[in-house]
């Protein structure tokens, strides 16, 4: 389990590196990472509610709550503290207003509601405010509240056709919008339309239960071609104007990994391979809330952002989020631990 652990880990990493690169502006496809951490998301929500199912039944899903919550509140208090304290010494009076709602709304895990009623998502102006990326934590924290509940009575029951018609709905909404709204600035920070992206990962956690003890190098053999196969299909020219191509692919691509690093003969060699990538990802938590508020400071002061500031920019994320992984969660991590020790 543990090697299995650091091979996701890799994958958060390269979804962290993705979508760092993109804030930056180095890489215009960094959007991406955000359609990985959203399926990697769904993937081990499922994990964390069948082990709680199995452990206690009657307590499952405030086991699961009672994770969550010590899983994303408690870095969240330092950051907001940190990063407004900062903002108020930077922040332009013209951008005050707009600085304290969003702040208001993502600290109520409906940022992405601020950004898609009260301001344009691709806008200058949010590329200037940092909690303009909290809109995918939002998103994960909605799904949380109104999808988790479905998933546990779905796993309880041992019927899992409520989440594919939760996945073939999502989907469905998600490819209508991108045929009958071009506002881009209200499908993509979207729960409605992201939803699907989450629960592909529920289903490749569900496939993964099922078919872990069956599983033969074969079937692995054609998983790894279908990935190289609908990985190298980007190569030929997605545009990047649509996004909907690529979060397809992504999360498709995404899929397939996780079923590849899971079910692959060589786990060992790939956790050893990955294992800076599997460093990076367990603190990717830390590195997505310090990353874009950084990134934000170092704009309001020096405009633009040349290759020596960036790697001091990584470099000062990286700390912080070593700082906040070592010293803090870790702690919270043992809390929930505890919890579930007392329940069994």
Request: proline share 3%; aromatic share 20%.
């Amino acid at each position: 389990m543990q090697i299995i652990n650091n091979n996701i880990d890799a994958l958060r990493g390269v979804a962290v590196i993705l979508v760092f690169l993109f804030h930056v502006q180095l890489f215009n496809y960094g959007f991406i990472g955000v359609d990985i951490f959203f399926c990697i998301s769904g993937f081990l929500i499922t994990g964390s509610l069948l082990r709680s199912l199995r452990k206690n039944l009657e307590h499952s899903i405030v086991d699961f709550y009672e994770k969550r919550i010590l899983r994303i509140i408690p870095p969240l208090i330092p950051f907001y503290i940190i990063s407004t304290f900062v903002s108020y010494l930077l922040i332009l009076d013209s951008e005050r207003i707009n600085f304290i709602k969003s702040s208001i709304f993502s600290l109520f895990f409906i940022g992405n509601i601020y950004n898609i009623y009260f301001i344009n998502y691709f806008s200058i102006s949010n590329e200037f405010n940092p909690f303009g990326h909290l809109w995918s934590l939002s998103i994960e924290e909605q799904f949380y509240l109104f999808i988790a509940p479905l998933l546990l009575y779905s796993f309880t029951k041992k019927n899992n056709i409520i989440i594919i018609i939760l996945l073939a709905l999502s989907f469905l909404l998600f490819l209508i919008s991108t045929k009958i709204n071009s506002n881009i600035d209200y499908v993509y920070p979207n729960t409605i339309f992201r939803g699907w992206e989450l629960l592909s990962g529920v289903i490749t956690r569900l496939y993964c239960e099922k078919k872990q003890k069956e599983f033969r190098f074969n079937t692995n053999y054609l998983i790894l071609i279908s990935l190289i196969f609908f990985a190298a299909i980007s190569f030929f020219g997605f545009p990047i104007s649509e996004v909907y191509l690529w979060q397809i692919q992504t999360v498709l691509v995404t899929s397939l990994t996780v079923l590849f690093l899971i079910f692959s003969n060589s786990r060992y060699e790939c956790s050893r391979v990955l294992r800076p990538l599997h460093k990076l990802g367990r603190l990717s938590y830390g590195f997505y809330l310090y990353h874009y508020p950084i990134i934000v400071f170092f704009k309001w002061h020096f405009g633009t952002l040349n290759f020596k500031i960036i790697f001091f920019i990584f470099i000062l994320i990286y700390i912080l989020s070593y700082i906040s992984y070592t010293y803090y969660e870790s702690y919270f991590f043992k809390e929930t631990s505890a919890i579930t020790s007392k329940r069994k």
